[in-house]
């Protein structure tokens, strides 16, 4: 089963969206739900990663502070706020599940079509 993000769009450097995931098959409170983004010309790369069952968050040292990841169990949705946002935050991002915590995309699965954030300077 595919996860669905969605929530990008184009914004001003400084500016701020929140990403949505619609987590539609049944996910344990031992299951990790990750953000991941791809840019263009690049390898995807790990964003932030939360416990579907636990409020621990983990991020990459590139949003550390201006993203914020959280999940609401009752609606099934992931979310990623992102704040302060870059141009080089431009890319296609991703939500994806994996077993356990892991910062590579291999462990992950549910791939989805994504949604492009475009950070315009």
């Known amino acids: 089963v595919q996860l669905q993000a969605s929530g990008g769009g184009l914004v001003q450097t400084g500016g701020s969206l929140r990403l949505s995931c619609s987590v539609s098959e049944r996910t344990f409170s031992s299951h990790v739900m990750g953000w991941f983004r791809q840019a263009p010309g690049k390898e995807r790369e790990f964003v932030a990663a939360?416990?579907?069952?636990?409020?621990?968050?983990y991020y990459a040292d590139s949003v550390k502070g201006r993203f914020t990841i959280s999940r609401d169990s009752a609606k099934n949705t992931l979310y990623l706020q992102m704040s302060s946002l870059k141009p080089e935050d431009t890319a296609v991002y991703y939500c994806?599940?994996?077993?356990?915590?892991?910062?590579?995309?291999?462990?992950?699965?549910?791939w989805g079509q994504g949604t492009l954030v475009t950070v315009s300077s």
């Open positions: 939360i416990r579907w069952g636990g409020a621990r968050t």
């Open positions: 994806a599940k994996a077993n356990s915590l892991s910062y590579n995309d291999r462990e992950y699965r549910g």
